[in-house]
Nanobody, 124 residues
Framework: QVQLVESGGGLVQAGDSRTLSCAAS?????MGWFRQAPGKEREFVAA????????SYAESVKGRFTISGDGAKSTMYLQMNSLKPEDTAVYYC????????????????????WGQGTQVTVSS
């Protein structure tokens, strides 16, 4: 069983930057960030695969957020710039323990393991 530990959430002002971190206790093949705002469904934010050089992003964060990581260490980061109040949510780290999957990286079903979530609040 792989455990994920997230950190970096907090209260920021609109326009500020914040970096989230996620560390996995075991081997992973892909990792991603999802977020869930109150009353809304969990949505994809960004993902990275250790077998592919191209990360993927949701349109709402493209150009503002950058995902990075180290596959050998199964660690992942999300650099969030130009934060907006609509970015306020609980951010979840997700990891896949399978090298192959029929689900895209933007799909929650792609991921086997989930973190406990870290709150990011952006004030206007």
């Amino acid at each position: 069983q792989v455990q994920l530990v997230e950190s970096g959430g907090g209260l920021v002002q609109a326009g500020d930057s914040r970096t989230l971190s996620c560390a996995a206790s075991g081997r992973t093949y892909a990792m991603g960030w999802f977020r869930q705002a109150p009353g809304k469904e969990r949505e994809f934010v960004a993902a990275i695969s250790w077998t592919s050089s191209m990360p993927s992003y949701a349109e709402s964060v493209k150009g503002r957020f950058t995902i990075s990581g180290d596959g050998a260490k199964s660690t992942m980061y999300l650099q969030m710039n130009s934060l907006k109040p609509e970015d306020t949510a609980v951010y979840y780290c997700a990891a896949s323990g399978s090298k192959f999957s029929s689900f895209p990286r933007s799909d929650v079903n792609r991921y086997t393991y989930w973190g406990q979530g870290t709150q990011v609040t952006v004030s206007s």
